[in-house]
């Protein structure tokens, strides 16, 4: 069995991540998460907005090929403003990008962030100051 890393996400990351998912509804959010990564965790520091997004009610994305060559990209976040907390077929079809992929389900609180590895397989996460 795969160990899994252990993340941990940072307060002030988690506070931004919901206030943007709320001022972009009703249309989908996505913001790179960056951060740290080792062998056994990972710890989403910081956000970034990804060069050229473009986003609706249903999609949201962004020109994979034009994304920075950043180590420090862990993952994506995306929002999901009809509630659903499960990644969509679309999700499990796009290409992974880092490790960790997150939803924000409506209305976006802190219970309503949800994060996948790659694989589409929940991961439990922790958040510090
Ligand atoms: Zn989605």
């Known amino acids: 069995m795969v160990k899994k890393r ?20 009703p249309n989908e959010a996505i913001l790179l998460l ?23 009610p249903y999609y949201s994305g962004f020109p994979t090929l034009l994304l920075p060559f950043d180590r420090s990209i862990l993952g994506v976040m995306h929002s999901h403003p009809n509630g659903s907390s499960e990644p969509s077929l679309t999700d499990l079809n796009a290409d992974p990008i880092g490790y960790i992929s997150m939803i924000v389900s409506y209305p976006y609180e802190d219970d309503d962030i949800h994060l996948y590895d790659s694989r589409g397989e929940r991961l439990e996460f922790s958040i510090s100051e």
């Not at 941990?8 to 509804?25: A, E, F, L, N, P």
């Not at 990564?37 to 050229?52: G, K, N, Q, Y």
């Open 6 to 25: 252990k993340v941990t996400i940072k307060r002030q990351v988690i506070d931004s991540i919901i206030s943007y998912c709320k001022m972009r509804h």
């Open 34 to 56: 960056c951060g740290k990564s080792s062998r056994d965790a990972i710890t989403v520091e910081r956000l970034m907005i990804p060069p050229f997004s473009y986003f609706g």
